[in-house]
């Protein structure tokens, strides 16, 4: 029977707001290191705890022990990234299909008594013939049958972890380069046995020279977004590289922080200049910290570890790191002096007490700023801007330019801004700077906070027809924390 559609009557339609963009992860580390896991065209791998890293790396390589420190912390952070840094020349490599439990069955290799396939390694063809793995016992020897094969152009091996065979040039370099593997043109198709073929294996990576560290860092930068720490697995960085890789991370778009272990006595010097904390701590930077420990070159993942377990979004969960511990670090036994030139040079250090207890100390950064703080102010910064992006972003209609638009728009920082209030970043107090709209110097912050924007009307018109909003500002009183006490007791008998 012919109906009506109910929709001229009555015309319903839904309609969904984009969803919001979220706001950075500032417990995440990148630890950098030199090990052949990761290829340069991967970039880097996330872990959410030491099994996936041992799983990955065993448990000698540097990026393991790094990883173990941070994920030693108590409480414990939850992500960490590994990146592969290409100290030295890399070799083409084809990484082939990850193959199921069924497509692993031995039965389907030792069938194989004549098989073949063709593979360009460095440019040249290479056409493998009267391959016979009738006689192998597991996966191991199907991959060195293909070695025997490949000659002196390369190697294919087994990786268990991985589940997968994967090919691997000669050479090193810009000129060593790989295919994909294909069909022979006679014998048994091993390509596809072997999961090599286009379809099935990870795109073919070319080897590349060997790069700075610095270069390294901005790659990984302009690969991903997710990280906001770094730690470089490698114990014999040169000055120069750690002074390089400290002025990128000073200066990138992303705020990001640096971490470095120097293990130079020369740091408990007072007199000495030339050492690296001296240098950085010269440099003036607001983006980097560094520890001295003379038991790990990797101390500093520990200090990340602890200062990553923060979540900005709950109630009273910022910290300092002073009086923190370090697990997995020896705490340093030293002098007076020695202690006052780490602090005169801004550098941190896991030291012991004459009371029985090891601390961090200061938690500051190579300019004297307090982490906790660059941390924290960080977060304030990504939280406010991505807030009042998705008021934008969201919002059905629009944010209209007038005073109660602007409004709208003050809320939403206020809104970020009592989070701060919330965590502990922020509380009330006497403001010390200029005056800025009805605050001026000297008067008390009631709320920690106060946000002002002038009126929509005494906007320059160029700024109106451009579309802006009045500039807003904000003014804000961290919370601080004590780190020292003086404490007089009179006594009268």
Request: charged content about 15%; overall charge negative.
């Amino acid at each position: 029977m012919q109906t009506l559609a109910i929709s001229d009557v009555v015309n319903v339609q839904i309609v969904m707001s984009p969803k919001a963009a979220a706001t950075r992860n500032f417990g995440a580390l990148l630890v950098l290191g030199s090990s052949p896991v990761i290829n340069v065209s991967e970039g880097l791998r996330q872990y959410a705890g030491t099994d996936g890293i041992v799983s990955d790396f065993g448990t000698s390589a540097p990026e393991y022990v790094a990883g173990n420190l941070f994920f030693s912390q108590s409480p414990q952070p939850s992500i960490m990234y590994i990146g592969r840094w290409a100290k030295t020349a890399t070799a083409a490599i084809l990484n082939g299909a990850v193959l199921s439990t069924d497509e692993q069955a031995l039965a389907n290799f030792t069938a194989v008594t004549a098989g073949g396939m063709k593979i360009t390694i460095d440019g040249t063809l290479k056409t493998l013939s009267a391959i016979d793995l009738s006689g192998v016992t597991n996966l191991n020897g199907v991959a060195s049958a293909i070695t025997t094969k490949l000659a002196s152009a390369g190697t294919c091996v087994w990786d268990a972890t991985q589940s997968r065979f994967e090919v691997t040039s000669a050479t090193t370099g810009a000129s060593s380069t790989i295919s994909y593997a294909d069909v022979p043109a006679s014998g048994v198709d091993v390509s596809a046995l072997l999961g090599l073929q286009s379809g099935q294996a990870s795109a073919p990576v070319n080897g590349v020279i060997a790069e700075a560290l610095v270069d390294a860092v901005a790659r990984l930068a302009g690969m991903s977004n997710d990280w906001y720490g770094l730690l470089v697995a490698d114990p014999s960085l040169a000055s120069s590289d750690v002074l390089a890789v400290a002025a990128f991370i000073e200066g990138a778009g992303q705020s990001r922080v640096f971490g470095y272990t120097t293990q130079n006595s020369l740091a408990l010097d007072p007199t000495s200049t030339t050492d690296i904390a001296s240098k950085l701590d010269a440099a003036n930077y607001k983006r980097t910290f560094t520890q001295f420990s003379s038991s790990s070159p990797y101390a500093a993942a520990s200090i990340f570890g602890r200062a990553f377990t923060v979540d900005f979004q709950g109630n009273n969960t910022t910290i300092t790191l002073k009086f923190k511990q370090e697990p997995g670090i020896t705490a340093e036994s030293l002098t007076e002096t020695q202690a006052a030139a780490l602090k005169a040079k801004n550098c941190n250090v896991f030291v012991n007490y004459n009371n029985d207890t090891a601390i961090i100390q200061e938690g500051v950064m190579c300019n004297g700023y307090f982490f906790d703080e660059v941390h924290g102010l960080d977060w304030l910064q990504n939280d406010i801007q991505t807030a009042v992006f998705n008021l934008l972003y969201t919002n059905p209609t629009k944010v209209p330019q007038t005073n109660p638009g602007i409004n709208r728009i003050v809320t939403t920082i206020d809104s970020r801004c009592d989070q701060a209030v919330s965590n502990g970043l922020v509380a009330p107090g006497v403001w010390n700077g200029p005056d800025v709209g009805a605050i001026t110097t000297g008067q008390t912050l009631t709320k920690g906070y106060y946000v002002f924007a002038s009126p929509v009307d005494t906007q320059a018109q160029a700024d109106r027809e451009a579309r802006k909003a009045p500039v807003i500002q904000a003014v804000i009183k961290l919370a601080g924390a004590v780190h020292f006490s003086d404490v007089i007791v009179n006594v009268n008998r």
